[in-house]
């Protein structure tokens, strides 16, 4: 099965994803991508090909990737990586 492009349906379905079944993460992103470690609550609310928009305690916050994404399954590749990549909860 070919991957989606990423239109804006396709980014709402990760987003609604996202934050249904993965707020955790969400956050992680908010706070070690977004460089605002003090957040306490983050949402997605966008996936384009350069960045993933989150609204971070009622803020919006562009959170660029390391590369364009091509398709809903480099998006899912890249925010898996991008979590994995993240240190152990603490260590710095």
Same mark, same amino acid.
């Given at each position: 099965?070919?991957?989606?492009?990423?239109?804006?349906?396709?980014?709402? @379905?990760?987003?609604?994803?996202?934050?249904?079944?993965?707020?955790?993460?969400?956050?992680?992103?908010?706070?070690?991508?977004?460089?605002?470690? #003090?957040? @306490?609550?983050? @949402?997605?609310?966008?996936?384009?090909?350069?960045?993933?928009?989150?609204?971070?305690?009622? #803020?919006?916050?562009?959170?660029?990737?390391?590369?364009?994404?091509?398709?809903?399954?480099?998006?899912? @590749?890249?925010?898996?990586?991008?979590?994995?990549?993240?240190?152990?909860?603490?260590?710095?």
């Amino acid at each position: 099965m070919a991957a989606d492009p990423l239109t804006p349906a396709v980014s709402d @379905r990760i987003c609604k994803h996202m934050n249904d079944d993965h707020a955790a993460a969400v956050l992680s992103y908010a706070r070690h991508y977004g460089g605002i470690t #003090t957040a @306490r609550q983050a @949402r997605m609310l966008a996936v384009g090909p350069e960045a993933m928009r989150l609204e971070v305690d009622g #803020t919006p916050v562009d959170v660029p990737f390391d590369h364009t994404l091509s398709d809903s399954e480099d998006a899912h @590749r890249t925010l898996v990586a991008m979590l994995r990549s993240l240190p152990a909860p603490g260590n710095p």
